[in-house]
């Protein structure tokens, strides 16, 4: 990898999602939750803007590839356990989490030892569930009061999200497995 490919905006703008995890996790940890929503938006827009850029201006690279998904699963998790003290059902989502991420994982390792090959990007699922749980926090997050049945409601949809997308990743590895 060359150094160019280390400062592409669609990288820089993942190495700030990263920086924006602690900053974040202290912000909400102080009980400073506009700072925290604030934090929390604009890790969601760079993240929406990374790929587009990525795209539009030809700036894909391997560690964004990487950086990406990394930069994702380490903000929701962060946030889903720091908001998992104020709202218990959301650890059920981190445990749903956790298992589809370590399938991920593991399958994903496998397929490249044994096939010498990674899944080709993310799916639209994946990329419907990270947006579904992106905002399921965001208004966790900004509207602590509301009712609650909309906030029990939003996080099952969020958790039925996750484990649709891991059931939808699962005959996907299997497919990569049984092809030559």
Not at 11 to 16: A, D, F, K, Q
Not at 38 to 44: F, K, P
Request: net charge positive; with cysteine.
């Amino acid at each position: 990898m060359n150094r160019r490919e280390l400062w592409t905006i669609p990288n820089i703008l993942g190495y700030i999602r990263l920086l924006l995890i602690p900053v974040f996790a202290v912000l909400y940890l102080k009980e400073y939750y506009l700072g925290a929503s604030i934090a929390l938006a604009v890790s969601i827009l760079s993240d929406f803007l990374d790929g587009i850029i990525a795209r539009r201006f030809n700036q894909i690279t391997e560690l964004g590839k990487f950086l990406d998904p990394v930069a994702d699963k380490l903000t929701q998790a962060t946030i889903v356990v720091c908001l998992a003290f104020r709202y218990p059902l959301l650890w059920a989502i981190f445990a749903v989490e956790v298992l589809k991420e370590g399938f991920m994982l593991v399958a994903g390792a496998i397929m490249l030892k044994v096939k010498g090959r990674k899944l080709n990007g993310a799916k639209w699922y994946g990329k419907v569930t990270t947006a579904v749980m992106d905002f399921t926090l965001l208004f966790l997050l900004i509207f602590p009061h509301m009712p609650g049945s909309v906030r029990t409601g939003l996080i099952l949809f969020c958790g039925a999200c996750m484990g649709l997308t891991l059931a939808l990743y699962i005959p996907e590895f299997c497919r990569m497995a049984r092809s030559h």
